[in-house]
């Protein structure tokens, strides 16, 4: 069990830390578009981690700089590799937030802002629980080191080359990722398998520029239509994705997995209205909901855009279209094959007339962790001690690409446990953290370094 | 033939007619978007039809005002009525403009800007031969009535009401109307039908909100791919439109006018790198590209848009996309069955989990106009006459609503005889009218003035 002496300084300082929490949250360190703003919040953040005693550096990445820290403690403790990204998804569209997503709020009983989830609060969780143990707890229990990255929400795109360079630095005898959630109000979670991804953009270009679709309309090859026809040829009959070849190397759900996950409490119904849906539909023919979204492939179009597109008419057969594209792809696929294959998919639908680009935005392997560790236990215990419940073991349709590179390139299945809830409204307007589960997290953080600690001194070290 | 005085004043006053076409260009007239600019050029319009010798005024139509104006000369005369429209397309997107769209430039013999050529240079050409008249030639030779439109663009929403108000003010013994072009540089043409238009809006919903495509991809109907898949539904693999009953009152070509117009010098490989394009690709099945544009029903996306389209990547299933669609409809298509045929196939191609809403933009009947006529031969007669060759009898893809409206409501089948050439970027950036089609087009209208007196004089007065 946690000290007193940590519970009761992570009680004491809430108004505290939701104060620094907000100063996180303000700056608007979207990876692609504000370089400089990520610039400034690695530097925030790595200020904020020297003063918890750590010793903190921002190191250029490739892209928006990554933030490495680390607390030696002892030689003979293990060593804890925490992993979170302070960059986060644009805030667009802004008319539909009901706060400014910048500048945090509390109301509700919950966080309202972007980041407040994903990823800010829940790294800060981490933080706070290093502060709580530095402070109040005698210091901590485990060696830890810190890995922040900049530009998970744009797909991790230098991530492997800079774990890669710095994989002695940052090697480690666990690891551990919170950027997920509860598997429902209540039912904590940890993530045994994560999707991967493949991320493309296709464009293509027709007359030189845009002309009059009365005059030429019959004769000119349309880059919307040509587009719309090859999205609408991506999926069959069977809500199955078209590409040649797209399940060939998908790792089949064992019927043991996919029991245990229809007795996990879920409605697909209130799923469904939760998202503002009367009703769920498409999806892959032969497949729960639960299944299509943990544990098989699928393709979704993020942004389509081309033409005229403003308030009423305008009459043109425009010069150009283009649609992105994202792939969740499962274990075993690759998504190198899967972008290939897309690939030849673009190049056997483009007309006569019509010039076609592809573009690879993204690529991230899907991964599967083991779910038998110390380190597991460990999580397990911290949720269960932190919570009150016992967590449930699931899978997750999201890509977070530092899994599967901290699998193959430090050789850890990191512990996947995020604290947010279902209806945290990620990658939306209006997100949010509830404070429940933003405090509760930092005690589930604090109590899985303790656990750690004994997990590993007892079994042994091992990720 | 003209009297030398009217021929002597244009040629003096071809300065001063460019600089007072560039004050008239300088108004952004676009009726969706900018109706204090539609208002302030009508005014300007009505001042220097006055200056003129008109009695003018603006009348408000519904959207943007129409200017009506009236010169008397001669009860016993033949009154013309001239229609025209001060409305112009959007100029988007805008950095594709080599010059400033509202700041009309000469350079390359050519005048440079938006509505140079559609329609208020063509509309200006008019103006400019009733000012020889009245000032050089002793005054005009027939009575003219002019209707210069404020929402031709948009698809006159407003006119049928407007026209039927106005018909006895309006009635005239034959009508002319310049918003087309030749057939080609040195061929003047004109146009004895037009295709009709059905310009809709579809829009799909899905999630209340954006939501995150990893966590929810496969569960969740993507509203830009079922909007994709509707569009690429629309075209069969001949290319023909996919709408129940789209082709049941389409009146066939005949092989007579099949022949004349495979007569004419068109070079599709020419015409399609006109528009730069390697290949022309795409339409009806069995047809050739002039029979497509011309005699041909058609169905063009003018512009698509939903999700995320800025730079990059962002993962999203998005709330909603929606498209636009304009149909180009021949006689005897009626504009009002193809929309009730075009709700049927979006009720009909609405997946599970999308709520579809069509919008009707615009509606236009395709017209079929008499290519014999007292006003027909004076047009004839004035086109040889300004531009020393005679003119190619053609149809046009494009719509112009108010020549169905004329018809219908006036009962005179106008006179479509256009100054542009098929180069001139109409509704494109860098829209332009080359000079000498300008200044030749003033002494066409001049020519028609005398030509359309001495016919409607010696043959009866009949449209």
Chains 1, 2 share one sequence.
């Not at 043991?256 to 999806?283: C, I, K, M, T, V």
């Not at 179009?301 to 057969?317: A, D, F, L, Q, R």
């Not at 460990?378 to 009150?388: D, K, Q, S, V």
């Amino acid at each position: 069990m946690l000290p007193k002496a940590v519970s009761e300084y992570l009680e004491a300082n809430r108004d505290a830390h939701l104060a620094k929490l907000k100063e996180f949250i303000a700056f608007p360190s979207i990876a692609n578009s504000r370089p400089e703003q990520c610039a400034r919040c690695a530097e925030w953040l790595a200020g904020h981690m020297e003063s918890l005693g750590l010793s903190a550096r921002v190191e250029a990445g490739g892209g928006p700089p990554n933030v490495i820290a680390e607390a030696r403690v002892d030689d003979a403790a293990p060593t804890l590799l925490i992993y979170g990204h302070y960059d986060v998804q644009p805030p667009e569209p802004l008319d539909e937030w009901r706060t400014e997503p910048f500048d945090a709020v509390v109301t509700d009983r919950c966080l309202w802002g972007r980041g407040a989830s994903d990823d800010k609060g829940q790294l800060f969780a981490h933080l706070a629980a290093i502060e709580a143990w530095q402070r109040a707890g005698g210091g901590l229990p485990v060696n830890v080191k810190l890995l922040v990255e900049g530009a998970e929400e744009i797909g991790s795109p230098h991530m492997e080359a800079f774990l890669s360079a710095h994989a002695d630095e940052l090697s480690a005898d666990a690891a551990i990722i919170s950027d997920g959630e509860f598997f429902a109000d209540g039912v904590p979670a940890i993530t045994y398998a994560l999707r991967g991804l493949a991320y493309v953009e296709v464009t293509f270009r027709g007359p030189a520029a845009d002309i009059h679709s009365g005059l030429h309309g019959g004769a000119v090859t349309n880059p919307i239509d040509s587009l719309a026809r090859l999205v609408g040829a991506l999926h069959d009959a069977d809500g199955r994705v078209a590409l040649e070849g797209y399940y060939d190397d998908v790792l089949a759900l064992s019927d043991d997995e996919r029991r245990r996950w229809r007795e996990l409490p879920f409605d697909a119904a209130a799923y469904g209205r939760s998202l503002g849906l009367d009703a769920l539909g498409g999806g892959e023919a032969g497949f729960t909901p639960l299944e299509r979204r943990w544990g098989r492939p699928t393709l979704d179009c993020n942004g389509i855009v081309g033409g005229y597109t403003g308030e009423g008419s305008k009459t043109i057969i425009p010069a150009s279209a283009s649609v992105k594209v994202s792939m969740r792809l499962v274990p075993d696929q690759d998504p190198e094959k899967v972008v290939a294959a897309f690939r030849r998919f673009v190049a056997a639908h483009t007309p006569r007339g019509i010039a076609s680009e592809v573009k690879v935005n993204a690529e991230a392997r899907p991964v599967l962790l083991a779910a038998e560790s110390a380190a597991m236990d460990a999580g397990r215990a911290a949720l269960t001690e932190a919570f009150a419940a016992a967590p449930a073991m699931i899978r997750c349709g999201a890509s977070v690409p530092i899994t599967e590179l901290i699998q193959r390139l430090l050789g850890l299945d990191a512990v996947l446990m995020g604290f947010g809830l279902p209806d945290d409204n990620l990658h939306s307007p209006n997100e949010r953290f509830r404070l429940g589960q933003l405090f509760g997290g930092m005690t589930a953080c604090a109590a899985f370094l303790n656990r750690l600690r004994e997990g590993l001194t007892r079994g042994g070290k091992s990720g």
